[in-house]
């Protein structure tokens, strides 16, 4: 096994590496610090690195197609762009510490886990689970919409919000993006995954009802749907439906047996898992009216209907946010990663190639010291801010519930409720203000954070340095005179600082240059 070596580095001259999150078979998953994220945009970010060598060295095939998905995963992305499948926000080819070439993409942070481990203690309640599976359905069918089928719907792979009200989408690396396209391959996990994925492998006795769909047949929506109908059972029973791998869902723990939704529930969750694809479900919409309808209490009042017919009841997918309205933000350039075996014909062909495939893979570089203290000061900080947030919309939330009859006890809990509220609103403006605005800045003497924010302007071509010296340390980027920068650290004797060229003087020579490094202070100009 071979890690990356990116522990405590800057990636592409603008993300600082905080933590691994975790290893699959060929990917690393780092969570970031953006220094370049558009204002009022999170600063925290997810890395998904393509690591080709994390299970030993693969043959030509295997990393071409290891490329090929990934570069699959960032396109489905960009297609489905939708409130409830996860935002891919940018893309690249670097080199880390060790020398090691590997693509990545980056992705925005859902701090709140994933499905999976919401239910690990206990089932959802009933309407909880419908709240979340009625976004799953919402995005899901978007997808579908879009041409794309996502073949590795799990619990694992639905992620939340911090205040685990919204799920997202995630892990297109297998994702088909045309449903007419090729054969049908072995994909997804066999717990959760439709038979046609994997027809030779079963945990059970051999359902030959499952392999006499032709050859021939194209992969469906279907497919999705009965996955979504296990991650379902998941969701519902508190455990995995492993006793139903490749098989449908027959029977529901005896913990939930008793609930009035169960045996409709049950029937629905069957239809959707039935071997054959054309027994199910063929539309995400149809399977949520029914998971829908299902989940209704059993005793409702019946409608008066007097002279004219009564309206029918609009049906619960008329409901869903399929079209993503309210998803605004542009989609970041389209992603080119090379195929290893055609590096050499893209290179031969640069008139015609696309400039992405072309890029000259960025060298990660070490986060000085300084940095990395003033880098994990920030993180504390934001962590602070964003708990106080998080514990003031708890104390609302619990003060706007309570039933307490008018009383001294009640305006106490409701002042408490404002007081954190408050004080959550003056954190966030401290560090709006401190990290923008200084007005100490200009006193000699003082610490070096006290610089911060300030901008000013080259007096001079500068040579921006991966660390605060000049001493054998190779320019990474250039500040010509007359540019605008911005300071984003300083050393501790308050000579370098770190900035950040927020407006070039002359077009830049080298377009892959960095715009961030150390410069000495006295060759800038502040206002």
Known sequence: MSELKLQQSRLDGRYDIIECLGRGSYAEIYVANDNAAPEGSPRTIVIKALNLHLQGEPDVELERTLVSNFQNEAVALDRVRHPNVINRLGHGTAIDLAGTTFHYIVLEYLPGGDMFALTRARPLPIQKALHYLEQVCSGLAHAHKCGVIHRDIKPQNLLLTADKEVVKIADFGVARLDSTEGAIT???????????????MHTGQLDTTGLRTP?????????????????????????????????????????????FWANPVLRVLEKATQSRPEDRFQTVEEFWDEIADAALPPTRPL????????????????????????????????????????????????????????????????????????????????????????????????????????????????????????????????????????????????????????????????????????????????????????????????NWVEVLVVEHARPKTDPYSSDRGWVNKRYIKFD
């Open 186 to 200: 072995r994909v997804g996990t066999n717990i959760y995954s439709a038979p046609e994925h994997n027809p030779l």
């Open 215 to 259: 050859a021939r047949d194209y992969l469906t929506p279907a497919a999705d749907i009965y996955s979504l109908a296990k991650t379902t059972y998941t969701l519902l029973a508190g455990e995995s439906p492993r006793r139903f791998a490749q098989h449908a869902i027959t029977d529901l723990p005896e913990a939930v047996k008793q609930s």
């Open 303 to 494: 409608q008066m209907v007097t002279g004219a017919a009564a309206e029918p009841r609009r049906k619960p997918s008329q409901e869903l946010s399929i079209e993503p309205e309210d998803f605004t933000e542009a989609a970041p350039p389209r992603p080119h990663f090379v195929l290893p075996e055609s590096r050499g014909a893209a290179l031969a062909n640069s008139a015609l190639a696309d400039n992405d495939s072309l890029r000259r893979p960025r060298i990660v570089v070490p986060i000085s010291a300084e940095a990395r203290r003033q880098m994990e000061l920030r993180a504390r900080q934001e962590i602070r801010v964003e708990q106080n947030m998080l514990n003031a919309r708890e104390q609302r939330k619990a003060a706007a519930n309570s039933v307490l009859p008018p009383s001294r006890t009640r305006r106490a809990l409701v002042a408490a409720g404002l007081i954190l509220a408050f004080s959550g609103m003056l954190l966030a403006t401290h560090k709006y203000v401190t990290t923008r605005w200084n007005p100490l800045a200009s006193i000699p003497g003082t610490s070096d954070f006290i610089v911060v924010g300030r901008e000013g302007v080259t007096t001079t071509d500068l040579n921006l340095r991966p660390v605060a010296s000049s001493a054998g340390n190779q320019p990474i980027g250039l500040a010509e005179s007359g540019s605008k920068v911005r300071v984003l650290s300083a050393d501790s004797n308050n």
